[in-house]
């Protein structure tokens, strides 16, 4: 029988494993789902702004995703936008 502290290596007392916080959980890609949920808006709509420019689509290899600091920085952008002509 093989001993899985053996393959596994063994952790000191001293080394605690840290959990990781919410922020280093926050996904970095998302998908065009999941990015038109954050925008609240239809994913045709999500596609308009990708053909306007406006969203920039990343390709890894078959699957597209969306950067959420882009999509965080779209919100900033319209949110002044909006801001200056009020």
């Known amino acids: 029988m093989i001993n899985r502290t053996t393959l596994l290596g063994t952790r000191r007392d001293d ?10 959980l926050r996904p970095l890609l998302v998908t065009s789902a ?16 990708v053909k306007s420019g406006e969203l920039t689509p990343i390709h890894l290899r078959r699957c597209v995703r969306f950067s959420m600091h882009e999509i965080e920085c779209l919100v900033r952008s319209l949110a002044q936008e909006h801001s200056n002509a009020a």
């Open 34 to 49: 999941d990015a038109a949920r954050v925008l609240a808006i239809g994913r045709t709509t999500l596609y308009e702004l």
């Open 15 to 24: 080394e605690v494993a840290q959990e990781p916080t919410g922020e280093q």
